[in-house]
């Protein structure tokens, strides 16, 4: 499986529409750039303590549901280009149905490994001016992926994120996000377990699995 890399994005704090600081709106970048365990080098994260981190080092969202969202909040210019949904990564030909926890991708130089999905946030709903934007999320399962960085290295738009490992093939990104978030969703004891022994699988979402064992 490779996907293509259509632009690497960073971001800057700034204002939102309620004067909050936040680092969600990202902007493609020219030329190679860095990536180091923490991330893309040149980027930040405002609320570091839902963001970013060793687990959440690289967040993709896939391009491929872009068209998606234009359909349906048309109204929400900034669609228009990558890193609205403050991810690092535009990619296309990834989404979070073909990806699982625990794989491995090589972009560049860097080694990356599929941690988590992004849980969406009240600042994604700032951000877009739109109250509706978490309750769409989790109903659709378009989350995002957020990466660790195995090996530090350097890519730049046009690379191809090529899966090299796979370690499981039960637990796609789509399927853990749908299983933590999804209401509609009543998952068994032994999925949560079975989940949760997945050695790669983030902290943030482990800790969430075992808040839910008896």
């Not at 210019?77 to 535009?90: K, Q, V, Y």
């Amino acid at each position: 499986m490779t996907a293509e890399v259509l632009a690497l994005c960073t971001g800057k704090p700034a204002r939102l529409a309620d004067g909050k600081l936040s680092s969600i709106d990202k902007h493609a970048v020219e030329g190679p750039v860095r990536i180091t365990r923490m991330g893309l080098e040149g980027d930040t994260q405002t609320d570091r303590k839902h963001h970013g981190g060793q687990h959440m080092a690289v967040h993709l969202y896939a391009a491929d549901h872009y068209a998606y969202w234009r359909e349906e909040i048309p109204e929400v210019a900034r669609l228009a280009s990558p890193g609205a949904f403050g991810e690092n990564l535009h990619t296309r030909g990834l989404t979070e149905g073909e990806a699982y926890i625990g794989d491995r991708f090589r972009m560049g130089t860097a080694l990356l490994e599929l941690s988590m999905g992004r849980q969406p946030c009240s600042t994604l709903e700032r951000h877009f001016q739109r109250k509706d934007m978490v309750k769409r999320i989790i109903a659709n399962h378009r989350c995002g992926i957020y990466f660790r960085v195995i090996e530090e290295g350097e890519a730049v738009a046009g690379d191809s994120l090529a899966l090299i490992a796979r370690s499981q093939d039960r637990w796609s990104v789509e399927d853990a996000f749908a299983l933590l978030f999804d209401k509609a969703r009543r998952p068994a004891q032994d999925e949560i377990r079975d989940l949760l022994a997945v050695p790669q699988l983030g902290p943030q979402w482990q800790d969430k699995l075992r808040a839910r064992l008896r």
